[in-house]
């Protein structure tokens, strides 16, 4: 069974880095797309990044470009979400979710399977 697991979150300050990681089990990244997106509290969902499979292309949503860096890691079965120079702002549960698609198709926030998500909380 196809099943993602987000890992990562916590309590920051402003200015501070934070890596989230997304683990799948019962397939590999190395041939499907994956997003990150978040919820905030009381809002709906957002898109944050995006990265195909194809030709590694990676995609992010403008609040969070130069400071978010979607990647994949050596294992294959794992994609991290590096967070730098977080704001509150960018306080939210974050999933990251597929559609089973080898290439990114938008910036968006829902998919055919996602997390649980990670809490991440930025605040002084």
């Known amino acids: 069974q196809v099943q993602l697991v987000e890992s990562g979150g916590g309590l920051v300050q402003p200015g501070e880095s934070l890596r989230l990681s997304c683990v799948a089990s019962?397939?590999?990244?190395?041939?499907?797309?994956i997003s990150w997106f978040r919820q905030a509290p009381g809002k709906e969902r957002e898109g944050v990044s995006c990265?195909?499979?194809?030709?590694?292309?990676?995609y992010y949503a403008d609040f969070v470009k130069g400071r978010f860096t979607i990647s994949r890691g050596d294992a294959g079965n794992t994609v991290f979400l590096q967070m730098i120079n977080v704001r509150p702002e960018d306080t939210a549960i974050y999933y990251c979710?597929?559609?089973?698609?080898?290439?990114?198709?938008?910036?968006?926030?829902?998919?055919?399977?996602w997390g649980q998500g990670t809490q991440v909380i930025v605040s002084s």
């Open positions: 990265l195909s499979a194809s030709d590694d292309r990676t």
């Open positions: 019962g397939f590999t990244w190395d041939y499907l797309a």
């Open positions: 979710g597929t559609d089973y698609l080898p290439n990114c198709e938008s910036i968006k926030a829902n998919f055919a399977s």
